[in-house]
């Protein structure tokens, strides 16, 4: 759904698990996760990883991005 320019890409990374979950909120969260790894990474080959793991009765879903980072004045935000 954000069509990432080349040499951006996006990867799902494992199998992904079947989720009970209020399908438009969790869209929305991941979409915006998703969309500033992209908008945020100061790169233009930027990666951008979604994992997931099951963890007791919860799963646990995962964005990470090559990019830049989070400056040390804004990590506490």
Do not use: C, F, Y
Request: negative net charge; proline residues 5%.
């Amino acid at each position: 759904m954000l069509g990432p320019e080349h040499p951006a890409r996006v990867l799902i990374v494992g199998a992904m698990p079947t989720i009970v979950a209020e399908r438009v909120a969790l869209q929305q969260v991941l979409l915006n996760l998703i969309g500033n790894s992209l908008r945020h990474s100061g790169r233009k080959d930027v990666e951008v990883r979604v994992t997931a793991r099951e963890r007791d009765h919860d799963v646990e879903i995962a964005i990470g991005d090559n990019g830049v980072g989070i400056p040390v004045e804004h990590r506490e935000r």
